[in-house]
C-alpha cells in the first residue's frame, strides 16, 4: 500500500470537491481529490444551468470565473407561462438589482478542472472502493484502489463530496444522522439541443399536461424539460414525442417560436427533498449532493453545493491560518440555516408549477388562484424573486 499524506482529502470531482480543493489551494491548503470516475464521465451529466451570484462571486474568487463572464448570460427575469399567457418576474426589479447568469454546470466544471490541472494539483480519477477511516478521531485516513494497487491518504480533514450516492454519507453510523426526505411522483426528463432558445429568458410552465421549462446553455444551445411520469424510460421518448410534447404545455406565441432539433443528449432526472443533519462527524465534513438534494425546479442544487463549500472552506483556512475552531464548530448549523430555506423555496416552487394528479382537480384550481396571486401581487412577486436570485448569507 502506498501511502500520501496531504491537509484536506476530498471525495468527489463533482462541483463542490473542485470548488473546495480550489479554493483552499490557493490559501495555500494541500489537498487531494479522490474521484471514482473520469473528466469526460463527469463532464457528461447534464445538469444544472443557473448560477446565483454569490455562486459566481466564489468562482471568481477561486480564479476560475473567466470564461463565465465572458460567455455566461446575465438574466434580469424568467417568464411564468399558465393559461396560455407568459408572465414576466422581474428579478432585478423586485431585488434592488440583483441577476443570475445561465452557464451550465458542466462548463463550470470544465473551468475548474483545467485551474485544477493547470495548478499541478492531484485528482485520482478512477479511484475505486474509497473507504474512509479514523474520523471519529484526529487522524482520518482514506483509502482506495487505484491501478490494481491500494493507496492510503493520510490527512487532518476529509470533506465528503462524493454527492448523494457516494461512500461519505454512508460511512457515517445510521445512529448519528436525521434523514429528511420526501419523493416527488414525477421526473423531468431533460433535452439539450443545438437550437436557439425560444426566448430570451426562462420560461417556467404549469400546464394541465404537465410542467415543462425552457432553459439554455449559450445563444445556440438550448436544455428542455418536461414533467414526465416515474417509472418513464428515456427509450419511450422520441425527440418527435419530445418536441410534440412540449409544445402542447407552452402559449401559442412560444409553440410557434419553438425551433427543434436532434437531441445531442437525453435523460430522466427523478426529483426529491433531502437533507441529512448534521453535517459534521469529527473530522469527516459533508458538502454538496453528499448533504442534500432540491428538486430542480428552484434551480438550488449547484448553488447551495457552493454555498456549504463557501463555509467549510473558509472554515478551514481559519482553522489552518488563524487556528480557530469557530468555523468547524458552526460549519453544519451555518450551512443547515441556508440549506432549509432552499429547500423549502424549491419545495414550494415545485408545488405550484407542477402536476399532482392526486390533488385533482381542485389542487389545478388551487395552483391557478396562486400563480394569479403571484403575477398579480408585488410582495408575493418579490418572494419569488428574492429566493430565485439566492438568499443573502447570514454569516
Ligand atoms: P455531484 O454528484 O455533482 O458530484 C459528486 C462526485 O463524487 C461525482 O463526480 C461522483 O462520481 C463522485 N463520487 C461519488 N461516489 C464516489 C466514491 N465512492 N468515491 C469517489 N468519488 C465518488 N441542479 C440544478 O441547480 N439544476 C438542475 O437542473 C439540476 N439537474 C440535475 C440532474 C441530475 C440527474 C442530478 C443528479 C442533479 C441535478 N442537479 C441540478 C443538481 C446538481 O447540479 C448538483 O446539485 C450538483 O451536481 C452538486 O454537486 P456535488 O455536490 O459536487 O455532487
Ligand atoms: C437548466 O438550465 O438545466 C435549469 C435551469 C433552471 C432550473 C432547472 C434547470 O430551475
Not at 462541483?15 to 490559501?27: D, I, M, S, T, V
Not at 447551495?304 to 464548530?329: C, N, Q
Request: with cysteine.
Amino acid at each position: 500500500m502506498t501511502t500520501q499524506r496531504t491537509q484536506v482529502a476530498i471525495i468527489g470531482a463533482g462541483p463542490a470537491g473542485l470548488l473546495l480543493g480550489q479554493l483552499l489551494h490557493r490559501a495555500g491548503i494541500a489537498n487531494i481529490i479522490v474521484e471514482r470516475q473520469d473528466g469526460a464521465y463527469i463532464l457528461g451529466r447534464i445538469r444544472a444551468g443557473v448560477l446565483e451570484q454569490t455562486t459566481c462571486d466564489l468562482l471568481d474568487e477561486a480564479g476560475v470565473g473567466a470564461r463565465l463572464h465572458a460567455d455566461g448570460l446575465v438574466h434580469h427575469g424568467i417568464e411564468l407561462c399558465f393559461g396560455g399567457a407568459r408572465h414576466r418576474i422581474d428579478l432585478t426589479g423586485l431585488t434592488g438589482g440583483k441577476h443570475v447568469t445561465v452557464y451550465g454546470q458542466t462548463e463550470v466544471t470544465r473551468d475548474m478542472m483545467d485551474a485544477r490541472a493547470a495548478a499541478g494539483l492531484t485528482t485520482v480519477y478512477h479511484a475505486k472502493d474509497a473507504a474512509l477511516h479514523g474520523f471519529d478521531g484526529d487522524t482520518p485516513r482514506v483509502t482506495y484502489s487505484h491501478a490494481g494497487a491500494v493507496h492510503e491518504i493520510r490527512c487532518d480533514f476529509i470533506a465528503g463530496c462524493d454527492g448523494y450516492h457516494g461512500v461519505s454519507r454512508a460511512s457515517v453510523p445510521p445512529a448519528a444522522l436525521s434523514i429528511f426526505e420526501k419523493v416527488y411522483p414525477f421526473g423531468w426528463l431533460g433535452v439539450l439541443a443545438d437550437t436557439p432558445p425560444v426566448a430570451h429568458e426562462l420560461i417556467y410552465s404549469n400546464h394541465e399536461r404537465g410542467f415543462a421549462l425552457c432553459s439554455m446553455r449559450s445563444t445556440t444551445r438550448t436544455r428542455y424539460y418536461v414533467q414526465c411520469a416515474l417509472h418513464d424510460k428515456v427509450e419511450q421518448w422520441s425527440d418527435t414525442a419530445f418536441w410534440d410534447e412540449l409544445r402542447l404545455r407552452l402559449d401559442p406565441q412560444a409553440a410557434q417560436a419553438l425551433v427543434t432539433g436532434p437531441s445531442i443528449e437525453k435523460s430522466i432526472a427523478p426529483l426529491r427533498s433531502f437533507v441529512a443533519e448534521p453535517m459534521r462527524f469529527g473530522t469527516l465534513f459533508l458538502a454538496g449532493d453528499a448533504a442534500h438534494i432540491v428538486p430542480p425546479t428552484g434551480a438550488k442544487g449547484l448553488n447551495l453545493a457552493a454555498s456549504d463549500v463557501r463555509f467549510l472552506s473558509r472554515a478551514f483556512i481559519e482553522h489552518y491560518t488563524e487556528r480557530s475552531r469557530a468555523g468547524i464548530d458552526h460549519y453544519s448549523e451555518r450551512c443547515l440555516r441556508r440549506i432549509w430555506k432552499a429547500e423549502r423555496f424549491s419545495w414550494w416552487f415545485t408545488g405550484l408549477m407542477h402536476r399532482f394528479p392526486e390533488t385533482g382537480a381542485i389542487g389545478q384550481k388551487l395552483q391557478r388562484a396562486e400563480l394569479d396571486y403571484l403575477v398579480g401581487s408585488t410582495a408575493a412577486s418579490t418572494a419569488l424573486a428574492e429566493n430565485y436570485v439566492g438568499l443573502p448569507f447570514e454569516v
